[in-house]
């Protein structure tokens, strides 16, 4: 907390910039006669300051608003390509901000910084004010980040009538906290200044039950507060073998030559390192023709065990765990392969033979650390007979394709807050992936221990966990029951009845998914139809 005597200083800077935004906006609103008219129902603003079509929660709530009958207006920064339905539901606007003129990265940070931010609070009360015909019922708020968003809703909505929702992903003080330290003065000003602004609005939702709770008791928040849990796109999707022979086919090129004699071999387009396509004709035609009017492909049986992990190789998310769990499978794969010899060879006719496969470890994203430690794992498999650690870039549309087509999945992510999930993890779980994940304070709201998959403290628990799963791969019922547990969950819609036959009769089965509609329509359109239900 902040001590008391620099209280004044802190409030005195934020009724500055209050004093300020506050003579901006009366700026504006004297401009503009739209803004005397009431609020219009069943209209949205929803407002996020970064890159739209990276923004996939905010698209999803744009796309939920709109298929309740919403006029949306989605605000926000131009980059990525957004989901298909932003574009083509004829009651969504999507209004871009315009990013800052080029001249301001040429001169000095210290005139930048501020030019930029006022830059930015004009851009975004023309798009609030000016953008939309009449004032929404509702504006819709991501945060983090929280300057001067919090500040720009909360004043605009006290002025239109509009509601102000604020979306809980994280706290924007706790990641600035990761760069500056937790004492430094910035950090308190934005902790001060999320609080003043994000306290009170019409209804809160929290990505994770332990945010809402948080916040609850040390800001004492107040309007509705919900819970809505993050989902993955409802393409993602467990792969048939024919999407992973396909998939392979595409990546085949990409994949590191150096990985030839570590992998089965492959022969495009009839086999692919992961699968086969039986009963080949002896004289097959063109290759196009055989391969369409051929047997699907199928799982080869020699396949090693596909592990994905994908990382922003930061400092918080600590690759070496990994490595060094992969030391440690290496080695027990070795003496589980060296006891099996000597039981085959001293005819003890061993009960079950406990063999651990090959596995590749496949890594995708960018980020500082990737060349340190690639160059790392690239001395140690040097050595290495049953574990091959690559990094892919993938296309954004086959990274579900890879997640589908995997065997198992690792989460290496540790919260900044610890009050909020990794979403490669809801990612992984829409494609029907099972997770050994890193442990923090709140992963239990999604990653239970056991049904759809495990959690580890340390590397050689990581390695524990590998060799429990993968144990006689490609038959391993470790695997195949979390895996059961996941389809399960995934293809049983929410109903309240099953929820309560759960709870009397299966342990742990309470856990419950619901795609992102289900769980939109549970939370939040109770919130948003509750008064246009009473005044029509
Ligand atoms: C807008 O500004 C003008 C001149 O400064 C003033 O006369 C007028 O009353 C203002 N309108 C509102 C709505 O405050
Ligand atoms: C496993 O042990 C056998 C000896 O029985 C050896 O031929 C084989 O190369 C070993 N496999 C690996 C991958 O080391
Ligand atoms: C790893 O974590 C497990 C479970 O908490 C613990 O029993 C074990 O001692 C830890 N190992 C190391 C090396 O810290």
Known sequence: ?????????????LFAALSFFALLLFIVVNVSQKVQQTPKLRS???LVLGDVGRSPRMMYHAESFAKLGFDTYLIGYKGSKPILSLTSLSNIRLSYLSESP????????????????????????????????????????QNPPSIPT?????LVGGITGSK?????????????????GKTHLLVNIAKRFEIMFGRSAYAHLFVTNAMRNHLEQEWGLIGHKAVLHDRPPSHFHKCPPLEVHELFIRLGRSISPSLANFL???????????????????????????????????????????????????????????????KLYESRAREANLTNCENSQSKHDSKERQVLPRIWMVITGKGPLKNRYMAEVELLQKNWQYVRCTSLWLE????????????????????????????????????????????????????????NGLVFKNASQLAEHLE?????????????????????????????ERRVHNHQHQEGADWEWGSWSENWDRVVKPLVLRDSERFG
């Open 468 to 496: 429990t799963l993968l144990t006689s791969f490609p038959s391993s019922s470790a695997l195949d029951s979390l895996r059961t547990n996941l389809q399960r969950a995934l293809q049983v819609p929410l109903s309240v």
């Open 164 to 180: 102000v929702i604020i979306d809980w992903h994280n706290l924007g003080y706790s990641i600035l906290a990761l760069k500056l």
């Open 102 to 141: 080029p001249l301001v990265t040429r001169i000095p940070f210290v005139l930048a910084a501020p030019i930029k931010i006022m830059y930015q609070i004009a851009t975004i009360l023309y798009a609030l004010v000016y953008g939309i015909p009449r004032p929404p019922e509702f504006i819709v708020v």
């Open 44 to 46: 949205v603003a929803i």
């Open 1 to 13: 907390m902040i001590a008391n005597e620099s209280h004044g200083f802190y409030d005195f800077f």
């Open 396 to 451: 954004a549309e086959d990274y579900p394709l890879l997640l589908g087509s995997a065997d198992l999945g690792v989460s290496l992510h540790s919260s900044s807050s610890a009050l909020d999930l990794p979403m490669k993890i809801v990612d992984m779980f829409g494609c029907g992936l099972p997770v050994c994940a890193l442990d923090f304070a709140c992963l239990p709201e999604l990653v239970k221990d056991g049904i």
């Open 150 to 154: 919090l500040a720009l809703v909360w």
């Open 264 to 326: 089965p071999g492959a022969s495009l387009p009839y086999t692919t390192q992961l699968t086969e396509i039986q009963g080949l004709p002896p004289y097959s035609a063109s290759p196009t023709s055989a391969f369409s009017s051929l047997s699907t492909p199928t799982l080869r049986k020699d396949r090693p065990a596909l592990v994905v992990s994908s990382t922003s190789w930061t400092p918080d998310e600590d690759f070496g765990i990994l490595l060094e769990a992969l």
